[in-house]
């Protein structure tokens, strides 16, 4: 009974979600293996009529930074959604292609600090140097189906979550290079209350703030109540 109770709370909240912030939200519930939300929150995207294939990419993706085990959780959950969906047949594997993207989606987010960052990746890691350009940048996020816009939000969900300071702000960073406003970073940000009250939003809103104290940006002026 209770957990009938429970799952009617859950299905209120997610309707007042904005359908901008479910694919974050999305990614995040993944992240955290809340395979229960996850699902639920599968279908009110189904019900808004988000394709599938940003559902599916937003998934996919995650493997960057939950592994392959999440990944495939996730995405069988997402089949069970869509029992009669055709998949496409996985895209050739063209490592030369791979890496030109990558270096150019990698300029596009870091710009002059593209070349120093590689370099600070090699001096502890020169395989992950390569694979940060090649599997990361070139492989994956320049695939298509999702925005660069679109994936960077999702990877700022995935990173408040996971609490990974440093990695978050480059990705606050990297969105915002793609074109997203601080205020739908901000929104992003705040919309994983959903998932546990106000904890996982306040450490994203803390690296968010010194992101924009350092980039010399004024107060954002958000309303509460947009998730």
């Not at 993207?101 to 390569?130: H, Q, T």
């Not at 074109?179 to 929104?187: F, L, M, N, R, V």
Request: glycine share 4%; proline share 3%; charged share 25%.
């Amino acid at each position: 009974m209770l957990k009938n109770v429970n799952a009617i709370i859950n299905q209120s909240r997610i309707r007042i979600l904005t359908k901008k912030n479910l694919l974050p939200l999305i990614a995040a519930v993944s992240t955290l293996r809340k395979m229960d939300m996850l699902r639920e929150l599968i279908i009110q995207a189904k019900f808004r009529k988000i394709p599938f294939i940003k559902i599916y990419e937003t998934l996919l993706q995650n493997y960057l930074f939950v592994g392959y085990p999440s990944a495939l959780l996730s995405l069988k959950i997402l089949k069970e959604v869509y029992p009669n969906k055709k998949l496409t047949k996985a895209a050739d594997m063209n490592l030369y292609h791979f890496r030109k993207r990558g270096e150019a989606n990698c300029k596009k987010v870091y710009g002059n600090k593209y070349e120093k960052l590689i370099s600070n990746v090699k001096n502890f890691s020169p395989d992950m140097a390569e694979w940060f350009v090649l599997e990361g940048y070139g492989k994956v996020l320049s695939r298509k189906g999702l925005s660069m816009m679109e994936r960077e939000l999702c990877i700022v969900a995935v990173l408040t979550v996971l609490k990974f300071d440093d990695q978050l702000y480059s990705h606050i960073n990297g969105a915002y290079k793609a074109k997203a406003s601080i205020d739908e970073i901000y929104s992003v940000i705040v919309s994983l209350s959903f998932i546990d009250n106000k904890n996982l939003s306040s450490f994203g809103l803390k690296v968010l703030s010194r992101y924009k104290k350092e980039k010399g940006m004024h107060a954002l002026r958000i309303p509460q109540k947009e998730l």
